[in-house]
């Protein structure tokens, strides 16, 4: 994009702020990528001036991006661009002076980026509209998650777009911007030998696991209010789960994605009645059981009650009711306080009907194709090799199907790359409404059983891999999740 652009930043002080979008719009400033003149916002309550400001987000890029830092001079340019200004969202008066700054250049286009609190979201845009900050080349990015619900997401979804159309909203899901979710689509509708494979004649089952490390740290009374379901399953999980399962779209289109993963959100057969109990998993980390790293419970983390019941882990059996589908598994997961921190998706295949070679069952290495977002991206395929030496002796190896980048051309990251998508109004990477509230209807029946049912979660020891019931959930169908890497 060649014009000017006013990137104004609401929750400007906020941990999404200094930790991912100054880093990333940095990264965009460096590349050459935001044009000339165009500016950069931070709101928030804070009564700091720019100077200060450009100093806070210098101390955060050091510390939590530090690869992205550059020169001197590079981040000098930078903050040429950045300024501050403190709002309060209930203050008219502070829009007013947002006005006034925006006015000063006003046939650029705006991109509002809403990296507060999701309650916040409709009072900001009533703000923005009663104050004409609005054009119709502005756009809005709404950060996950949106809503507690299906309800409050419609009612968050109707408001908005009260003052920003379906082209003007962004839904971001930073999963979804990573180099290997692009690779993957690449791989699958670029390649005959996958897509003529990728169907539940070849396809045993297919795991997509998003393991975090750590803990809920500071964000306590935040975790309460969210739980892990709405705050991974219902966008990050699900979203992978569409694009691994989608079909193929008729172009590379916005919307022609985005309706092809709509189709699978429609087609996710609904957890219910008896199955509620069987396929979901619901778990929560307790004191961990090795002595020398001592991590605390989830009960006793910073401003968490100590009788709560709030999910930190979720496991469960999802089915895409369809032709391409029927009778293939998909087993999601994600949690807290777990053994290491990876996201990958896995397509295990079915091994073959009988093995020539008497010396060792090869029957008993499928095939898999290993999908790492991180912490390393990568694409691995397994397959079996003679070993060397006499007979007829079979192991496993890997291809390697996304070798290293230039380490000197590093790829952008999630957040780099939707932003600069945003920018140029690029929409195939954001979550249609439509997507979103397809998705909460599907979760909604889940998280509703928990509550009217008062069902507890399993302990599971933090650092761990989770309950035992989640080994259960696969090991009663014959199958074991992929740990070993």
Request: glycine residues 6%.
């Amino acid at each position: 994009m060649n014009e000017p652009i006013d990137i104004l930043l609401f929750g400007g002080r906020g941990d999404l702020t200094q930790r991912k979008l100054i880093p990333s719009l940095f990264q965009l400033h460096k590349k050459g990528s935001l044009a000339p003149d165009s500016r950069i916002i931070g709101l928030s309550r804070s009564g700091i001036s720019s100077e200060e400001y450009c100093e806070i987000l210098f101390n955060a890029l050091e510390e939590y991006a530090p690869k992205c830092v550059g020169t001197e001079e590079q981040w000098s340019n930078f903050t040429q661009r950045v300024s501050f200004l403190t709002l309060d969202g209930n203050s008219r008066d502070d829009f007013i002076k947002l006005s006034q700054i925006l006015e000063e250049q006003q046939s650029r286009h705006r991109l509002f980026y809403l990296a507060t609190q999701p309650s916040l979201y409709v009072h900001i845009c009533r703000n923005l509209a009663e104050n004409n900050l609005i054009t119709g080349d502005s756009r809005v990015i709404l950060e996950k998650p949106i809503g507690q619900d299906l309800k409050t997401a419609q009612e968050i979804n109707r408001q908005v777009s009260t003052w920003f159309s379906e082209e003007q909203t962004y839904r971001i899901d930073h999963y979804l911007g990573k180099e290997t979710v692009q690779n993957l689509l690449i791989l699958r509708f670029a390649n005959s030998m996958f897509e003529s494979q990728w169907n539940n004649h070849y396809i045993d089952h297919i795991q997509i696991t998003i393991a975090e490390k750590i803990g809920v740290g500071t964000r306590g009374s935040f975790f309460e209010q969210v739980g892990t379901m709405r705050d991974m399953v219902q966008n990050h999980l699900l979203q992978l789960l569409c694009i691994i399962a989608m079909e193929p779209p008729y172009s590379s289109s916005p919307d022609a994605i985005r309706d092809e993963k709509l189709k699978v959100l429609k087609a996710l057969k609904p957890i219910k009645d008896e199955a509620l109990q069987k396929n979901v998993v619901r778990g929560q980390y307790g004191q961990s059981a090795n002595e020398t790293e001592k991590l605390k419970a989830y009960r006793n983390e910073e401003d968490v009650p100590t009788d709560s019941n709030m999910e930190t882990f979720v496991a469960l059996k999802a089915e895409v009711d369809n032709w391409r589908w029927s009778g293939v598994p998909f087993y999601l997961r994600t949690g807290k306080r777990m053994a290491t921190g990876l996201c990958e998706i896995v397509v295990e295949y079915k091994k073959i009907p009988h093995s020539i070679f008497s010396s060792f069952n090869s029957s008993s290495i499928p095939n898999k194709l290993v999908i790492r977002l991180q912490p390393d991206e990568s694409i691995k395929l397994r397959i079996c090799e003679k070993r060397m030496g006499p007979g007829m002796n079979i192991q496993p190896t890997e291809l390697n199907l996304n070798p290293d980048q230039n380490a000197n051309d590093p790829p952008p990251t999630a957040y780099e790359r939707l932003l600069h998508d945003a920018i140029n109004a690029n929409a195939t990477l954001f979550m249609r409404r439509d997507e979103l509230e397809a998705a909460w209807q599907w979760v909604d029946p889940i998280i509703e059983d928990w509550n009217q049912n008062n069902r507890i979660p399993e302990m599971y020891p933090a650092g761990s891999w989770g309950p035992a019931a989640s080994t259960l959930l696969l090991a009663k169908d014959g199958r074991l999740w992929n740990e070993m890497s």
